[in-house]
């Protein structure tokens, strides 16, 4: 966490690309999990900040991933984006898109799939989340509809990068989870 790389050991080679992601991003993870499961998702409230928070990281993420040219990498990019889901949630609930943070630069297909690996995986989290949150608060950013199998597709894919740099691609999704913790907390901060 806060901006450290880790080195990758020795014995990595023969992991998959999602394995070495996981296993060099875990702390973050557990970092991100903590603070974001403070959150009670079945208040208006605490939900709407929960859904600030994300609104800091997720737009201006997805758009430097798509400006880096995602979508040759993963031809199915636009049916994976959520940011305007979010936003409709937080339309619906009566919120401002908050001022976003600075994406990491991803200037390198591994750093691409680094980042692109924490917003995939926030899709898993998020619908184990969208349980806690009442049918009468909206929950589409939590739930979005995709194709069956869509998870697997992306970690084949990952897995088959065979990215040739993979601290490029732990430092680019660290440094999201990075800003998910950072946006996290300047939006507890700002609750009175």
């Given amino acids: 966490m806060n901006g450290i790389l880790c080195h990758l050991p020795q014995n990595t080679v023969r992991m998959s690309f999602r394995s070495v992601l996981r296993a060099q991003t875990a702390d973050c993870h557990a970092e991100v999990d903590k603070l974001f499961g403070t959150f009670d998702l079945s208040d208006r409230e605490q939900y709407k900040t929960f859904l600030r928070a994300h609104a800091r990281v997720v737009p201006a993420t997805e758009n430097a991933l798509e400006e880096a040219g995602i979508a040759r990498l993963l031809p199915d990019w636009p049916e994976r984006r959520r940011a305007h889901l979010l936003l409709a949630d937080l339309r619906e609930l009566g919120e401002r898109l908050p001022p976003c943070l600075a994406p990491p630069a ?36 939590l739930t979005p509809q995709a194709p069956k199998g869509a998870m697997r597709a992306f970690m084949d894919r990952l897995d088959a990068s065979d990215s040739d740099d993979p601290a490029v691609a732990i430092s680019a999704a660290r440094s999201v989870f990075d800003l998910f913790l950072e946006a996290g907390q300047l939006e507890l901060e700002a609750v009175p």
């Fill in 106 to 141: 991803l200037q390198s297909q591994p750093a691409l799939w680094g980042a692109l690996y924490v917003l995939e995986g926030s899709k898993l989290g998020g619908a184990m989340l969208a349980k806690s949150v009442p049918d009468h608060l909206p929950s589409r950013y």
